[in-house]
């Protein structure tokens, strides 16, 4: 049998199960004496031919499908998409099974071509259709480009026709072609015309964090492979977009909690929380892909930029663990905590003594965990020896500075050490006071701002270089005020700061600071260590409270601040 291939196919590693068809196969030799309506020697061996026009429209939330307009999220049906309908009207003296692929019609707004029919039919389409309905019938959208991205093909023999699709390597730049060329649509039913309805979802992807050369990209659903391919960052960014089939060969709904993306060797998550995929819907996703970063770039000089991690820093104290905690916004002291000597109450710390990282050289260690009252005259605060002896250390030395990033593998930071830092007073500085940056809301070079999320956590949201504001999210003021500007000021939602997150924005919760075994002003004061010490028993830290911003006050070493640490991104 000879098989007729639409388009061009592909060895597909993973299809969409076959929807069978029924139509007259293409090849001149298959059919013999059946001849076409028209009689004429061309249409011989075709089946019997029936000229169609057909209404089309959509159902549900249509604003995710067909040809796509970004600006004005606007879509309509375009030149070369086509209309794959297919059917059998089993009534007595019927047309039987029949099939034909229509031509969208620009200046009519409807699709029309030839089907072909097992049978003689003499009738409208829209009696067949009609007819059919009480067996079977249904429309299928063949959006225009598919044919150059390769991945859908129509084959069969006689009239048991079937076509089949694959995403296998068929992927976008844009959300925009990737809307127009992904988007499968269906119908099942006619009346007065076929109501298509979405079939697949499309995955909208921004990856930061790349190196240069190209990149393979997977999506896997668990141990399934939905889609593979290679992508080609363009400063470090990838960007593109693919088309997502919503269940898995066993017609179970694919849980966005299971599916990972890896590019580059490395595993990116799509989410933790249950949620199926749901088709017609575009997905937004943005991700680094360094473990434990977000996707803003920022510049600390006139030369480096650096990704923040994803939460502040914490130590546990019974495993030894160090990690980011896992929302921006996350503490983990409060008011109500009574601590005790050396956290004895507390196993999982965040507010430090300055250089505390943990680093071990021969006898040494120092002690995130320490609370004493003490402000040590040598490098690091709380350092110690497990045996007791006393040490001497030259603040000048090589390890005059025991930065929580460098001397630490933190465990959902890449678990290695020499991976993250901390940034310098001079970097704080630049960073909240001279770097170029966005106009936000008529302001230049928006640097930060005071917020309040969620209606119950005060902290400073830095903007990145490169910035542009959510739609439907309020404008934030108070940017780059030095001055009093209260908390309250900008106020986010839970919704609001995803948005906010995903288009590149750090938050520094106010967690307040430890004197000691006491926890002083949380949801008041923001105080994080830079990796600058003053003097003997001095080091810097930002600080920014209701009444001013300061990116390099000098407090003891002792006192707990909080430690957010980078990743260089040059």
């Not at 593109?240 to 269940?247: C, P, S, V």
């Not at 580059?264 to 933790?272: P, R, S």
């Not at 609370?371 to 490098?379: D, E, I, R, Y």
Request: hydrophobic fraction near 35%.
């Amino acid at each position: 049998m000879k098989t007729r291939n639409i388009f061009k196919t592909l060895a597909f590693a993973m299809m969409m199960p076959a929807m069978l068809l029924t139509t007259a196969c293409s090849s001149e030799d298959e059919l013999a004496n059946n001849k076409n309506i028209d009689n004429t020697e061309a249409a011989i061996n075709k089946g019997f031919s029936l000229p169609v026009t057909v209404n089309v429209t959509r159902q549900g939330d249509s604003d995710m499908r067909a040809t796509f307009n970004e600006s004005t999220r606007t879509l309509s049906f375009s030149a070369g998409d086509q209309l794959l309908v297919r059917g059998n009207d089993n009534s007595e003296g019927g047309a039987g099974r029949f099939a034909g692929m229509l031509d969208y019609d620009t200046e009519k707004g409807n699709f029309s071509g030839i089907i072909y029919t097992e049978n003689s039919y003499s009738g409208t389409a829209d009696a067949l259709f009609t007819a059919a309905n009480s067996n079977w019938v249904g429309a299928a959208l063949f959006p225009n480009g598919y044919e150059s991205y390769e991945f859908l093909s129509l084959s069969g023999s006689g009239y048991s026709t079937s076509y089949s699709m694959s995403y296998n390597k068929a992927i976008a730049a844009t959300k925009a072609a990737a809307v127009e060329q992904f988007s499968l649509e269906s119908a099942k039913t006619y009346s007065s015309g076929f109501a298509l309805s979405p079939e697949n979802a499309i995955f909208n992807f921004t990856i930061t964090g790349l190196t240069d050369g190209a990149k393979d990209v997977t999506l896997k659903d668990g141990t399934r492979t939905m889609f593979t391919g290679s992508v080609t960052p363009t400063s470090g960014t990838a960007a593109f977009a693919l088309g997502a089939m919503i269940k898995n060969y066993m017609d179970f709904p694919v849980n966005l909690k299971n599916v990972t993306l890896t590019i580059d060797g490395t595993d990116i998550d799509i989410t933790d929380a249950n949620k199926n995929l749901t088709a017609g819907k575009i997905y937004n996703i943005t991700r680094n892909a360094i473990p434990g970063a977000l996707v803003g770039k920022f510049s600390v000089s006139s030369t480096d930029k650096v990704y923040f991690s994803k939460g502040n820093l914490q130590y546990t104290k019974s495993t030894g663990i160090w990690s980011f905690m896992d929302h921006q916004y996350s503490t983990v002291e409060t008011t109500s905590q009574a601590i005790g000597d050396d956290y004895a109450s507390q196993n999982v710390v965040s507010l430090f003594g300055w250089g505390t990282s943990g680093w071990d050289n021969g006898n040494t260690y120092y002690q995130p965990y320490n609370t004493a009252n003490v402000n040590n005259s040598s490098k690091g605060y709380g350092y110690g020896p497990k045996n007791g002896t006393t040490y001497t250390y030259d603040l000048t030395g090589t390890y005059a500075n025991a930065d929580w990033g460098l001397y630490n593998a933190i465990s959902n930071g890449g678990n290695t050490a020499n991976t993250w830092r901390t940034l310098t007073k001079d970097e704080w500085t630049y960073l909240l006071t001279t770097r170029s940056a966005s106009t936000v809301n008529g302001t230049a070079d928006a640097r930060y701002a005071k917020a309040y999320l969620f209606g119950t956590t005060h902290g400073v949201i830095i903007f990145p270089d490169s910035y542009t504001h959510p739609a439907g999210v309020a404008a934030p003021t108070g940017i780059n005020a030095t001055d009093y500007t209260s908390w309250d000021g900008n106020r986010y939602t839970a919704t609001d700061w995803a948005k906010m997150e995903a288009a590149g924005c750090v938050f520094l919760p106010a967690a307040g600071w430890r004197d000691a075994t006491t926890i002083r002003k949380v949801n008041e004061y923001v105080r994080y260590w830079t990796s600058t010490y003053n003097s003997a028993g001095f080091a810097y830290n930002v600080g920014i409270m209701e009444s001013n911003m300061n990116p390099a006050n000098y407090n003891q070493k002792n006192y707990g601040y909080s430690v957010r640490l980078v990743h260089d991104a040059n």
